[in-house]
């Protein structure tokens, strides 16, 4: 299977309260200046945020975000040092918006649990409100980053391995579309200038245990106990996937396959046959337009066969494309002359006939030239 360009747009769901990494501020930032330090519109109380923006793993899409990918992804979060806003720009957008950031990412981390931690400064305004009142409430946050990658299928992990990886954005979006939270490790949105830790004894954890045990300890009785949210996330996905076995099953019916058959492979084997089937139906219709079309020819077909090989290489994809592509082709001027050429050949130079007593004493129109026929 080819490699496609694909559009990669990944969240993760995060609460507020726990610990966190100190990240510290790439050497290249400068703080005084982001901050407007002794400046009129000086920010007198700098807000950061640290908070976890990517995770190794296989999505629910089956995109593979391995090692390579996160040391990319790191790389290129300390090379560009992305903005961010509250809420990805709208598809439509993509290609021309440029909003205002709402936040920049000023430096980036692998923590001791494999995450990628960011830091970013977040400037004054409903924003930073926003992530506040979210602190406050302990509520949770997600982080959503977009790029572009290469995608390529790997039969051996059934995944999409990714490539060729560009980081555009990395934004705020609202968890209830993220899918489902993992709430392993907890953000920490942080007052302090970037790359200082908060003092010993100021974490605002209420406790210190590990959620990722408490989970893993969970059993069929405690799902009454989770949140809402989180048991409808795991339901919807339920039935997606119920419904997925379904079609997959369909499809192996409707090709007469075993339950040990390969779909994948079937489905590429019928794949290939049709367009091999399409690709002789447009040449046959080819060859007969333009024998329909061209009808001055010397013995071996030279001139039919030129024409063939020009609509050949224009490549029309469907058969019905095929008589304007030959048209197309014979329109061309020195095609026009090629097959001029020919019907000279086949009918032999124009014929003239006898001078006339009046053309012979000189008079107008010497002869008279009979014109070649088409």
Not at 78 to 97: C, F, L, M, T, V
Not at 158 to 183: C, H, M, T, Y
Request: aromatic share 6%.
């Amino acid at each position: 299977m080819n490699k496609e360009r694909v559009r990669i747009q990944e969240s993760v769901v995060w609460e507020f309260s726990g610990s966190y990494p100190d990240v510290p501020t790439l050497e290249i930032v400068d703080l005084d200046e982001l901050t407007k330090r002794g400046k009129p519109d000086e920010d007198t109380d700098p807000f950061f945020m640290t908070m976890p923006v990517m995770k190794i793993g296989i999505s629910l899409n089956r995109r593979n975000y391995d090692a390579n990918f996160r040391a990319e992804f790191l790389r290129q979060m300390h090379a560009k040092r992305p903005i961010g806003n509250q809420g990805h720009i709208p598809d439509y957008e993509i290609d021309s918006a440029y909003p205002p950031s709402d936040f920049n990412w000023v430096g980036a981390i692998i923590a001791d649990d494999g995450m990628v931690w960011g830091k970013a400064y977040v400037k004054p305004g409903e924003t930073r409100e926003h992530i506040r009142r979210r602190k406050a409430t302990r509520s949770q946050e997600c982080i959503s980053y977009m790029g572009w990658a290469d995608q390529e299928w790997n039969e051996s992990i059934q995944a999409w391995q990714l490539s060729n990886f560009v980081l555009e954005k990395i934004d705020l979006a609202p968890p209830e579309r993220a899918g489902l939270p993992d709430l392993a490790v907890v953000p920490k949105v942080t007052s302090e200038m970037a790359g200082q830790a908060d003092p010993p004894g100021t974490d605002e954890s209420e406790e210190d245990m590990n959620r990722e045990e408490i989970i893993k300890a969970m059993t069929a009785a405690d799902v009454a106990l989770m949140p809402a949210g989180v048991v409808e996330t795991i339901q919807a996905q339920a039935r997606g996937g119920v419904a997925e076995i379904g079609q997959v099953q369909a499809v192996r019916e409707a090709l007469g396959l075993d339950g040990q058959a390969d779909v994948v492979k079937a489905v590429e084997t019928l794949r290939d046959a049709v367009a091999q089937q399409a690709k002789a139906a447009i040449g046959a219709e080819i060859i007969r337009v333009v024998g329909e079309l061209v009808k001055a020819d010397d013995e071996a077909g030279t001139a039919k066969a030129t024409v063939i090989e020009l609509v050949q290489a224009s490549a029309p994809e469907t058969v019905e494309g095929v008589r304007p592509a030959v048209e197309a082709v014979l329109g061309r001027e020195h095609v026009k002359a090629m097959l001029q050429a020919y019907v000279q050949a086949e009918m032999g130079p124009a014929q003239r006939r006898p001078l006339g007593q009046h053309q012979a004493n000189g008079g107008d129109n010497p002869y008279v030239t009979i014109p070649a026929v088409e």
